[in-house]
């Protein structure tokens, strides 16, 4: 029913990759003095990371991940005019078959590489940096904008990716209104990127980098004016000691001087202006956020609410229990080795399938042979049940596994 999240996973993964690929490839050519990738560059990674991406789901063995990543290669090499271009997207395409077979290994899995997006930021600085020293304002363009869509690309992935996992826990729950809690927490997410693309539009439309540098210069000027005054202080108390004559007028005019070289009162009159520009376009949003979700939820038709009645007057009666801990094996013991193997043997028939907490060994492997081609039914067949007989045994028996235990475990 929501296999559209999956697919959407994936074309947001795409993107972010495509982008991240283009400003490295990007960055080495202009620092070795090339150009930009063109138009013709530019589609043929396109097609070819579209062409992986489909591959990596349609085919179930690395050999044949493989052979499809070298055709792309030698395609890319005879279509493509630029030399210089042609070892670099073979070069990328390298990249991207080691990341398929990753992602392969992993059980079909889609996987972030990095919890924040540090990628974003290293590369669009080093890039713009780039652009600057070159005075390439194509390149700067680009990098800005391009930064701004990863930005958005992954905020939107990490919503996707934990609806993704909510309503796999949930699948079996009756009477969740999931439609609805869906449209509203992606409500509250696009308002989130919303408030971002408006607060980078405004920032650039009133140039906050120098907004804020001259809000710098004009704090340090005040602490100028600090110290002249301080000093004019310290002048007029030792001068009773000393009786030297402290001159009035120097000071003042040391003060009015720094004030009209800085422009101090202009410049915070202005950061203060924007920032109060950008706090109030923040606010109405979110004001406007705030009533929409108030106005979705009481659409909710309460008949299906599933609501838990906890009594807490039994809560005194209660009467903690011990409960003794199983064995534990250690980390690196055959047990758990043996567990291991298990786990990642059904983890590669996720893309097929995903086992609930309560399937039993049977219930999986019912599942598996679902997903068995008729020809080998048989041969998969003996070979499940026989990996599963060898799990129970060591899962629910008193089998210790040894070195060869695991090994025909692993061969299964």
């Known amino acids: 029913m929501f296999n559209w999240i999956r697919i959407i996973r994936k074309i947001l993964r795409l993107i972010y990759e495509f982008l991240f690929i283009v400003l490295i490839i990007d960055f080495c050519v202009c620092l070795s003095g090339g150009d930009m990738m063109g138009m013709e560059s530019l589609i043929a990674l396109a097609g070819v990371l579209v062409v992986s991406y489909i591959a990596r789901d349609k085919v179930s063995h690395a050999i044949s991940l493989s052979i499809i990543h070298v055709i792309l290669g030698i395609l890319v090499f005879f279509l493509m005019h630029d ?47 780039l652009a600057y020293y070159l005075k390439n304002d194509e390149l700067q363009m680009f990098v800005y904008f391009a930064s701004i869509i990863m930005m958005i690309d992954y905020l939107v992935s990490l919503y996707i990716e934990g609806l993704d996992s909510y309503i796999e826990l949930n699948k079996s729950v009756v009477g969740l209104p999931m439609r609805q809690m869906i449209s509203i927490n992606s409500f509250i997410v696009t308002t989130v990127i919303a408030i971002i693309i408006v607060t980078i539009f405004l920032a650039d439309l009133f140039g906050l980098p120098k907004v804020v540098a001259g809000f710098v210069l004009a704090f340090l000027a005040l602490i100028r004016i600090l110290i002249v005054i301080l000093g004019f202080i310290m002048r007029f108390v030792f001068g009773f000691f000393t009786a030297a004559p402290v001159d009035h007028k120097r000071a003042a005019e040391e003060i009015e001087e720094i004030a009209r070289e800085e422009s101090i009162l202009s410049r915070i009159l202005y950061f203060v202006m924007v920032a109060m520009v950008i706090a109030f376009a923040v606010y109405v949003l979110i004001r406007i956020c705030k009533l929409l979700v108030t106005w979705l939820i009481s659409k909710q038709d309460r008949r299906y609410e599933i609501i838990e009645k906890l009594d807490t007057k039994k809560k005194k009666g209660m009467v903690k229990t011990h409960i003794e801990k199983e064995t534990d094996y250690g980390i690196n013991s055959n047990e758990q080795k043996a567990r291991r193997i298990y786990k990642k043997k059904v983890i590669s028939f996720r893309r097929f399938f995903l086992p609930d907490r309560t399937d039993t060994t049977s219930d999986i492997e019912e599942a598996i042979l679902k997903f068995t081609p008729d020809d080998e039914e048989s041969i998969s067949s003996e070979k499940n049940k026989t990996l599963k007989e060898m799990y129970e045994a060591v899962r629910y028996g008193n089998k210790v596994p040894d070195r060869d235990y695991l090994r025909k475990m692993k061969q299964l």
């Open 83 to 129: 030399m210089y271009m042609k070892i670099i997207l073979d070069v990328v395409l390298l990249g991207i078959f080691i990341d398929a077979a990753m992602y392969m290994k992993r059980g079909f899995f889609i996987h972030r590489a990095f919890d924040a997006p540090w990628d974003v930021f290293f590369v669009g600085i080093a890039v713009t940096i």
